[in-house]
């Protein structure tokens, strides 16, 4: 079974930072999955802006290429395996997390709403930096 979400280095760059914004292209195709049709449509109802449309868009194709399966088909560990991932083994930066958690928590709270003990909690504590 293939990713629901496509996913391509402007995509992948999108979501560590890395590229600018007028570069980020997400490609959009015929094929595209029920799932992702229902997430944009919930996005646009919702009233976010198209850059962070594509930003969710991407954090989500890369939640599916990490588990090479459809959002749709994780558990709630599976997902919180995979943030848990982000932050001790890749050990992304603060920004990049927490995006990646909005995108995952709006797709599991509107697009496919799963009553899990992981979107109730207000925040994750990141330690912070020693620097004042």
């Known amino acids: 079974m293939g990713a629901a979400y496509p996913v391509d280095d402007g995509c992948a760059a999108i979501i560590i930072g890395i590229v600018a914004r007028d570069r980020v292209a997400l490609q959009e195709s015929a094929d595209m999955t029920p799932l992702r049709c229902k997430m944009i449509e919930d996005m646009r109802l919702a009233g976010l802006c198209e850059g962070t449309q594509r930003t969710y868009q991407c954090a989500i194709a890369l939640l599916a290429k990490?588990?090479?399966r459809?959002?749709?088909?994780?558990?709630?560990?599976?997902?919180?395996?995979?943030?848990r991932d982000m932050l001790e083994r890749r050990k992304v930066a603060r920004g990049t997390?927490?995006?990646?958690?909005?995108?995952?928590?709006?797709?599991?709270?509107?697009t496919l709403p799963r009553d899990w003990a992981l979107l109730k909690?207000?925040?994750?504590?990141?330690p912070r930096s020693a620097c004042p």
């Open 121 to 126: 909690k207000r925040s994750v504590c990141l």
């Open 70 to 83: 459809s959002p749709e088909l994780l558990t709630e560990e599976q997902v919180t395996a995979y943030l």
């Open 97 to 110: 997390f927490q995006t990646a958690r909005f995108a995952i928590q709006f797709l599991y709270q509107n």
């Open 66 to 68: 990490f588990y090479k």
